[in-house]
């Protein structure tokens, strides 16, 4: 086990140490390329969710799409996931965790207006992501291909062991529950609702996620005010470590940039894709609304969430920091294995007896919606793979593993349960990651058309026929989708009443 394991680290380093500056200069390039758009068009995103043309035509909501988002963004990565950054690389990873949250921003505008732009109906639905934009949008079939089976090999084999595992390493801290039985627990449970259907509990715990979330940000304020006197020594801390310029923690500088990046993409996935598949399920009159609406998403997972669960960590001291190399820089709790416990410690300095169980609690709902969409996405790249019977029996397959993974990882080691997690992750972020790079050009010619309409004083509709896009069949034809009705509609009322009051 101990060469597996090594073997998954040195892969992992081969992937991520070079992917963490990849990630920032593409939300460099991108938020420099649309001229800040995740900051600039934020007013705007009020207005779009307000917007309820879904469901007419197949199509969600945008809030819907968003709150479908965030079920798989918001999880272990926001609670475990800063704890293990800052174990390895210092208290420096949480400010690189929230530049790329930032920067992240525009690169999740970028592929879910892409995801938009190409998406296409299957069966009723719309459907679009990856795979689909790089074969319209690139013209490269096989590579898109390839995509689509990375897609699913990771949100199906991969990435559902870390929600797994977390889930039971939270319930055996707060109730003492043996992790094979969470592990039974969750894979039952999954399987009675993504196989028998029972989209009322679906529905139920992705109207929770929210308010888990927000009550996870309240108590997480509540600590930092307790603690308010060590804001500024947290705030100096996060600083010069980020910079190499701490006595401590100087020499890591390096891994607080790799760590922090990796465990940003972990979380908000921007870069990776994750959130296109939800994008493209959207009923929108324009590809960049959607795009907007993701930037926000990427806001609240990392840094908001991300931030407090650091903050938290690092003023209570509830961490400590071991070098991949092995050296052992601060040791707050001897032995203790970094993850959700460092958080339930946290919150447990302030909430005695009700931190841990508020976590599990949250981490069981968060981790399980994302299970839940992990199942959405692999079906999606599976659409674009298959159709007819061969769909049929491939969603099955998916649903059967993804059974199976939520038990085993129940009870697997933790550095292998989170390794073949960022594998996954790390792989399809450079296939994402590249191509993003050559559709920059397409994205800001769609990002000018929604400015230019907005400026007009317009509810922007896509054409892009009249952009001179091609392969954006969902866009075209005689049924378009139901949210560029109503804008066509408000823009012609619009036109009247402007008429009128010129002819008055």
Known sequence: MDELLELIGTINTGIWNPMAYMALGLGLLYTIWTGAVQIRRLPDLVTILKESSGGEDGGISSFQALALTLSSRVG????????????VAGPGALFWMIVMGILGGATAFAESTLAQVFKRKVDGEYRGGIPYYIEKGLGQKWLAVIAAVATMILYAV???????????????????????????IVAALFGIIVIGGTKRITAVADKAVPFMAAGYI?????????????????????????????????????AAIAWGVRRAVFSNVAGVGEGTYASAAASVSHPAKQGIVQAFSIYVDTVLV???????????????????????????????????????????????????????????LFAFTTLIAFNYIATSAAAYLFDGKRLGVVKRLIQGVMIVIAFVSAVAPADLIWGIGDIGYGSLGWI??????????????????????????????FDPTKLGIRGATAWTGDNPPAAVLVARRHNAALAGEEAGTTQR
């Open 432 to 461: 994402n990651m590249i191509c993003l790079v050559f559709l920059a050009p397409l994205v800001a010619k769609v990002l000018r058309d929604y400015t230019a309409q907005k400026r007009m004083g317009l509810d922007p509709v």
């Open 158 to 184: 991969l990435a559902p062991g870390v929600q797994t595992f977390n889930i039971a390493n939270s319930a055996n801290v707060a109730f003492g529950a043996p992790e094979w039985v969470t592990g039974l």
């Open 76 to 87: 272990v990565g926001n609670i475990a996931g800063v704890a293990t950054a800052i174990a």
């Open 306 to 364: 991300c931030t407090a669960t650091g903050v938290m960590i690092l003023m209570t001291d509830s961490y400590n920091v071991i070098t991949e190399a092995g050296r052992t820089l601060v040791e707050h709790l001897p032995g203790l294995e970094p993850g959700t416990e460092n958080t339930q410690i946290a919150l447990d300095s302030v909430f005695p007896g009700f931190g841990p169980v508020f976590v599990a609690l949250a981490l069981f």
């Open 218 to 254: 309240l108590l997480a304020i509540v600590v930092i005010c307790v603690n308010l006197d060590q804001v500024p020594a947290v705030l100096a801390l996060v600083f010069s470590s980020a910079f190499g310029v701490n006595e401590v923690f100087g020499g890591i500088i390096g």
